[in-house]
């Protein structure tokens, strides 16, 4: 197996996912060859975190070991095509987990598919060791060069293929993201009331504690599985000059009792 101090990597995006992964191989000795954005000046701000150079021609990429598409699901497709047509050599993996494979193989490029299942913040750091990686490849030599790269960051490393990786990208959008914006309701919520929204995060880290011990169906409590109408009209009512909240909140519940039922 190739090692690790050998990887020579190049990371295309500048975003959050990119950051964070240049940031890590930057902070684990790793050799960063370049840092491409369309914007140079972009590029260029990353690469100077991470002491190597930024680029807004693909052309330069060529003797880099490995790709890192860190970029818009959208924009994948065009990055691989640039990288097919400048006749790329090296190994070529996105970041995505929405995105078949088949999007870089049908280039004809050696592909992969190198994906973190995180939450990605600038100001946020990562517990790398704790978050799972997926691994995808067209051939065994891919797939030992991302086995590789991804034991820099993680102790939990999966071989999963474009479909499950996909049911688990969705899924991560009802548990983090659709979560999350229900914390934004709540502390708005709070916000209209003077109502310190600190309060909440107690409840909040018992009910996240509560899936490492048992299943999410398990553990749901409240007014809809309780069936108290009573509350859920007063709570409706309370909702009524935000029809959205309102909606959410009927939807929520029913789906509740119909999950319990």
Request: charged share 15%; hydrophobic share 40%; glycine share 4%.
């Amino acid at each position: 197996m190739l090692d690790q101090r050998q990887l020579n990597i190049s990371i295309i995006g500048t975003g959050r996912v990119a950051t964070h992964l240049a940031q890590h191989l930057y902070q684990t000795n790793q050799k960063i060859r370049y840092i491409f954005n369309r914007s140079l000046q972009k590029a260029q701000a990353l690469a100077n975190q991470v002491n190597t150079n930024g680029i807004d021609d693909l052309a330069q990429i060529g003797d880099s070991d490995i790709v890192l598409i860190c970029v818009s699901d959208s924009a994948i497709t065009e990055i691989a095509q640039q990288l097919s047509q400048n006749q790329y050599q090296g190994l070529v993996a996105h970041t995505s987990g929405s995105t078949a494979l088949q999007v870089l193989t049908d280039f004809g490029i050696n592909s992969g598919v190198f994906y973190p299942l995180q939450t990605f913040s600038f100001d946020q750091k990562i517990d790398w060791q704790n978050t799972p990686i997926f691994i995808e490849a067209k051939s065994l030599d891919a797939l030992q060069k991302l086995e590789t790269l991804a034991k820099n960051f993680s102790s939990k490393i999966y071989q999963y293929n474009s479909e499950q990786r996909l049911s688990l990208h969705l899924a991560a959008v009802f548990a983090c993201n659709f979560s999350n914006y229900c914390f934004d309701i709540a502390q708005q919520i709070l916000n209209e009331k003077h109502v310190d929204v600190d309060l909440l995060l107690p409840l909040i880290d018992a009910t996240t504690a509560k899936l490492k011990h048992g299943r999410a169906v398990q553990n749901q409590t409240g007014p809809a599985v309780r069936h108290d109408q009573h509350i859920l009209e007063m709570h409706q009512q309370m909702l009524s000059d935000r029809h959205d909240w309102q909606t959410l909140y009927l939807m929520m519940s029913q789906g509740i009792q119909r999950r319990a039922e």
